[in-house]
């Protein structure tokens, strides 16, 4: 899984379950790179910690499992460092991927736009992509 795919699961989740009775609420970014690249989530909805979510039984066929949990337990199995933490009323869990010099991100941004939050990227080529 991607940093992309990671942040992709994660958004998703906390825009579609961390805020049920649809309520005003956000999502904070915060986005470091020195020898990886660590990304800290932050929301105010209600306290969900992934990282005590039980993990799919990988071995039933796709039409026996159930719907939900397996992209925590891909970014769980790809990041080289997941954590959670409630911390002042807020939802915090960060991420964190090693990358050898020719995967890093060279540069990165946050914006929103309507309703979503995108993060811009672009690595040392100059290659963009991007999280919904």
Not at 10 to 20: G, R
Request: with cysteine.
């Amino acid at each position: 899984m991607t940093l992309k795919l990671a942040c992709d699961e994660i958004v998703v989740n906390v825009t579609s379950y961390a805020y049920p009775d649809g309520s005003d609420g956000f999502l904070d970014v915060d986005i470091q790179k020195n020898d990886s690249i660590v990304i800290r989530f932050e929301d105010g909805g209600v306290p969900f910690n992934p990282l005590e979510h039980e993990d799919p039984d990988t071995t039933l066929s796709w039409d026996e499992r159930p719907i939900g949990g397996l992209g925590i337990f891909l970014i769980c199995s790809t990041m080289d460092d997941v954590r959670y933490a409630y911390e002042n009323h807020k939802n915090v869990l960060t991420i964190e991927k090693k990358y050898e010099l020719e995967q890093t991100v060279a540069s990165y941004h946050l914006a929103r736009y309507r309703d979503y939050v995108v993060l811009l990227c672009a690595d040392h080529r100059n290659h963009t992509f991007f999280c919904l």
